[in-house]
């Protein structure tokens, strides 16, 4: 009995794709791994959670969308503070204050993105950049809400589902922020391979025949940089719920600055890349603090450069360009 031709290239298909979906579980498995061995670094591991997914909602604007971003941390301060002004005067329930700073996070951006997504290039980057600053302005003038330069204080968040207590060693604070990231990133990862992600792509390519062939360019920019507004608030409420405050560095060119070097160090539009890269960035730099608190930024900086001169596409690419050495040796003494 034969059998038919795109059943046998299914089946020899089935087991590259079983080994490429296995791949999805090593980082969380790895996640829980850190969480029972991580010791006294479960709170430098809930912040490496927290920016892995700052950096995937900038990835969601910038790799996917190609919308160019200077100032993303206008959406995650926004988050952090919504959440903060939240907690301390209203409701101190972790899932509410994380629902109400991720819609008001969204709704913020999307209006914002409405204001300046007629732009494109330099204006575009200059005018995310004085929101960004704006924002920070009105954060450090508002005192009477904000906490101004003082930074506002959170308090004590209550029990998550009213039974889990964020205690002084982080164990819930993690978990809770690893079940944010996971269910964040599998709506990425949807969105991503959506038609709707590709027509982004498309219009990160190529807007002029996007246009052309009907698609309306605008209101799909909006809506994505709605979605990665609300990604990065998120991430904010996360910050200002576990670390109990919020201070105006949460809205500073130096968060968007960092979170955009997260970014080229792990990749763009990349599954993982965010992961990598915030991990390493923010592992590396502890490590180089505690080894000069001082000059720590230029171990960063080398890292950084050593990636864009070699690695075109972050750190992403080095399991590719391993490959391709291995290749080219193993080619180069099968002609000998």
Sequence with gaps: MSVPLATKGLAAATPSFQIANAWH????????????????YLSLGTHVLIMILFTLSLDLALGVAGIITLGHAAFFGFGAYAAGILAARLSNDPLLGLAVATLLTGLFGALVGMLILHTAGVTLMMLTLAISALLAEFANQAHWLTGGDDGLQVGRMAPLFGLFRFDL?????????????????????????????????GIRQNPRRMRAIGTPVWRRLVVAYGLSAAMAGTAGALEAQTTRAVGLGALGVLASGTVLVMLILGGTRRTYGAFVGATVYVVVQDVAAQIDPFRWMFVVGILLVAVVLFLENGLMRLPEAARRVLRGSRSRSGGR
């Design 169 to 201: 060693w982080g164990h819930t604070a993690y978990l809770y922020a690893l079940a944010v990231l996971f269910l964040w990133s599998l709506a990425a990862w949807r969105i991503m391979r959506s038609p709707f992600g590709r027509s982004l792509d």
């Design 25 to 40: 579980v090593v980082p969380w498995a790895l996640a829980l791994v850190f969480y029972f061995t991580a010791g006294g």
